[in-house]
């Protein structure tokens, strides 16, 4: 029941601040900034890879209540860490780039409304009745839907802080490195969006061959980098 949860995840970009590659030598003052940033966002990162793991790790055949229970949770801990992170931009300044201090403001505006959307998915599971269990999996249907929508705002979020020079630096931060999740993924009965997929290390499921369908239908893709 609860993979189609994990299948809008699988089909969005679970948030970490890894980036493949770097090269050249990079200003002090910018790496001094993503240092700063990386050190803060460090926990907050990982808080999110933890969250996504224990919606993607429930099990399909979990009851109701379990499942609700565990997704509430999990969007609370990303919305918690969201705010956080949008505080570490704030605490780290403007970055020493070209239009630092609007990419700065960009990226505390977008965290934000991103906490908010997640906590209106928490709102919404919350709410749903497991007693019923047609009218949970239906519901859980619509939460799926809305996390795929709000997934991409949290794509886009940080995304001009990865980019060019400042990206490279944060790339170089053991603090924005990619995370393990701290939850391991279920040997079997998982509610990974198909058989024999398997789990990154940020936490998003990445399809198995035949991947399996985002809600609507659409086959799920795995992230550009990875």
């Known amino acids: 029941m609860n993979k ?6 699988s089909g969005g970009a679970v948030l970490v601040l890894a980036l493949s590659g770097c090269s050249g030598d990079e200003g002090n003052k910018v790496d001094d900034w993503a240092k700063t940033f990386c050190d803060q966002a460090k926990p907050q990162i990982q808080k999110r890879a933890d969250a996504h793991q224990i919606i993607i790790s429930t099990a399909a055949d ?8 565990a997704d509430s949770k999990a969007f609370q801990d990303i919305a ?4 956080a992170l ?13 239009n630092g201090e609007k990419i700065k403001q960009d990226a505390i505006k977008e965290l934000n409304e991103t906490a908010v959307a997640y906590e209106g998915l928490k709102k919404q599971v919350d ?10 999996a239906d519901g859980l249907q619509n939460v799926a839907n809305g996390l795929t929508k709000i997934e991409k705002m949290d794509q886009q979020a940080l995304a001009k802080l990865e980019d060019g ?7 170089k931060q053991p603090g924005c490195q990619k995370p393990t999740a701290s939850t391991p993924p279920k040997s079997s009965g998982s509610a990974s969006p198909g058989a024999g ?3 990154d ?20 893709a795995t992230k550009s980098e990875e």
């Open 127 to 136: 709410a749903l009745d497991p007693s019923n269990q047609q009218k949970f």
């Open 201 to 220: 290390a940020g936490g998003a499921a990445e399809p198995s061959q035949g991947a399996s369908a985002k809600p609507g239908g659409a086959a799920a």
């Open 62 to 69: 979990s009851k109701p209540a379990e499942i609700q229970a």
């Open 86 to 98: 949008a505080k570490a931009v704030e605490g780290a300044g403007a970055p020493p780039v070209d």
């Open 4 to 9: 189609k949860l994990a299948a809008a995840l």
């Open 80 to 83: 918690d860490a969201d705010r």
């Open 165 to 171: 020079d400042l990206g490279k630096a944060m790339a």
């Open 197 to 199: 997929s398997t789990a």
